[in-house]
């Protein structure tokens, strides 16, 4: 029923609306490129994250974990490349001085908000330079790390020392990363700051091939587990030339947002490029030594990159429902009960019957301790459906007149708008099967 081109502004505005994402600095008329998470907008992002961990990272047993600080020696970035050439084509029109990136435009020679005649394209780093310490010299400049990926590299012989693992294996790592987008834009699908989840995974040189393809369906199996529809995600290969000056091998994970086909993630081959060059800068010695053949070798590297804000888009994007229900439109939220910031919602049937609100209470007790959980008692029972199926609340447990009879509630499903009565006694476990996917509602 949504039309694509008003899907994605009726995402952003239910966003703000409930409390998921907000622009950021708003008061302050906003900062371009930040984007503010609010209650249910966090729950959603820790449950992706804590998902991905678990995936990529903890059910494996070739996976080490890591949190490496976010701003790092600047040597560590003259290495990956990103000084020289972590770069964007930039124009600006001579007039009204706004910037745009020239390999996004489609007319190169005039301005598209002013029609004002565009300049020459430059060459603009994306990096955000900053300064460490009391002084503000050339000698003092570090940077915000434009990708999670470095902080892993610099610790792979601390990993090796540390815990001694045998190739293959890997590090995974969730944190921010900053990029001074020339032009962000999409809501939170280009922002300046960001959060990725990012693997290295260290293999020998001749075994890139077999954990490239392992990676690429643990990717796909990823997009599946979060609740994104199969066909709307298209696996690019990158052609000769495109690539990023690290990568022999590249697929981009697209996704079909409202506006258009866009990278959501990207899988690459990045070879022996990282450790080389901080060898080659450091002078530290990142080679393996394999005690089986006895050889003493640089391990390449395959990188599953996942952006966590292109995840809650594409997510919001796939779990954007609206049907007709008794005249009215309903809107609502499918996510993944995996994913979804609350798991239930407990109301007592009327507000005002003080019998109904302390069995609810007890009710909602009993449930917080195990699952995300919220009571409300606000306006009718209508609205309160509403509000929960807005935010993807996966199912509504409801407290009425008959339950101060026998101990039974109302359970409703959040995408049929079914309902069972189960007992108290049994609500726990029916919650959990609803989470796992069990259809108790057929
Ligand atoms: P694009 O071509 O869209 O700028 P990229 O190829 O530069 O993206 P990578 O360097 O491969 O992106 O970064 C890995 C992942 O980080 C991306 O697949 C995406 O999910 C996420 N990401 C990159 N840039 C941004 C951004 N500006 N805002 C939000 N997420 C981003």
């Known amino acids: 029923m949504t039309d694509k081109n008003d899907l994605m502004d009726k995402i952003v505005s239910l966003c703000k609306r409930r409390g998921f994402i907000f622009p950021g600095s708003e008061i302050y008329g906003g900062l371009a490129g930040t984007w503010?998470?609010?209650?249910?907008?966090?729950?959603?992002?820790?449950?992706?994250?804590?998902?991905?961990?678990?995936?990529?990272?903890?059910?494996?047993?070739?996976?080490?974990?890591?949190?490496?600080?976010?701003?790092?020696?600047?040597?560590?970035?003259?290495?990956?490349?990103?000084?020289?050439?972590?770069?964007?084509?930039?124009?600006?029109?001579?007039?009204?001085?706004?910037?745009?990136?020239?390999?996004?435009?489609?007319?190169?020679?005039?301005?598209?908000?002013?029609?004002?005649?565009?300049?020459?394209?430059?060459?603009?780093?994306?990096?955000?330079?900053?300064?460490?310490?009391?002084?503000?010299?050339?000698s003092s400049v570090s940077y915000l790390r434009p990708e999670t990926a470095g902080g892993m590299f610099v610790n792979f012989k601390n990993i090796l020392d540390s815990l001694h693992p045998k190739l293959p294996f890997g590090m995974g790592q969730i944190g921010k990363a900053f990029r001074n987008e020339i032009a962000p834009r999409d809501f939170v699908f280009r922002s300046r700051e960001f959060e990725q989840m990012e693997v290295e995974y260290f293999v020998k040189p001749s075994e890139w091939e077999k954990s490239f393809d392992a990676w690429r369906q643990v990717m796909l199996e990823w997009c599946s587990a979060i609740g994104l529809e199969k066909s709307h995600?298209?696996?690019?290969?990158?052609?000769?030339?495109?690539?990023?000056?690290?990568?022999?091998?590249?697929?981009?994970?697209?996704?079909?947002?409202?506006?258009?086909?866009?990278?959501?993630?990207?899988?690459?081959?990045?070879?022996?490029?990282?450790?080389?060059?901080?060898?080659?800068?450091?002078?530290?010695?990142?080679?393996?030594?394999?005690?089986?053949?006895?050889?003493?070798?640089?391990?390449?590297?395959?990188?599953?990159?996942?952006?966590?804000?292109?995840?809650?888009?594409?997510?919001?994007?796939?779990?954007?429902?609206?049907?007709?229900?008794?005249?009215?439109?309903?809107?609502?939220?499918?996510?993944?009960?995996?994913?979804?910031?609350?798991?239930?919602?407990?109301f007592p049937l009327l507000k005002n019957k003080p019998e109904l609100v302390a069995k609810a209470r007890e009710v909602f007790q009993m449930l917080r301790k195990e699952f995300s959980c919220e009571f409300d008692d606000n306006g009718n029972i209508g609205k309160r459906y509403r509000r929960q199926d807005e935010i993807g609340t996966v199912t509504t447990c409801t407290i009425d007149f008959e339950t101060l009879e026998d101990d039974t509630v109302t359970l409703r499903d959040r995408d049929t708008a079914k309902q069972i009565r189960v007992k108290i006694s049994d609500l726990k476990e029916n919650i959990k099967k609803i989470i796992d996917e069990e259809n108790l509602f057929s």
Request: proline fraction near 4%; charge should be negative.
């Open 233 to 346: 995600v298209h696996e690019l290969e990158v052609p000769d030339g495109e690539r990023a000056h690290y990568s022999k091998r590249t697929i981009d994970f697209e996704f079909d947002y409202s506006f258009g086909k866009k990278e959501l993630y990207g899988l690459a081959y990045r070879t022996d490029f990282d450790l080389k060059s901080h060898t080659a800068l450091s002078n530290a010695d990142l080679s393996y030594f394999d005690e089986e053949t006895k050889e003493r070798f640089i391990p390449h590297v395959i990188e599953p990159s996942l952006g966590v804000d292109r995840t809650i888009l594409a997510v919001m994007t796939d779990a954007y429902r609206e049907e007709e229900m008794n005249g009215e439109v309903r809107t609502y939220l499918a996510f993944k009960p995996a994913i979804a910031p609350i798991k239930v919602a407990v």
């Open 36 to 138: 503010d998470y609010g209650p249910y907008g966090v729950a959603l992002k820790n449950n992706v994250k804590n998902l991905w961990w678990k995936m990529f990272v903890t059910d494996r047993g070739d996976m080490y974990g890591m949190d490496a600080a976010i701003i790092m020696n600047p040597k560590a970035w003259v290495a990956s490349g990103h000084v020289s050439g972590f770069s964007d084509p930039l124009v600006e029109c001579e007039k009204c001085h706004h910037r745009f990136r020239a390999d996004q435009l489609e007319n190169k020679d005039k301005c598209q908000d002013c029609g004002g005649k565009l300049g020459g394209e430059r060459q603009f780093n994306m990096m955000f330079k900053t300064f460490v310490g009391a002084t503000e010299d050339a």
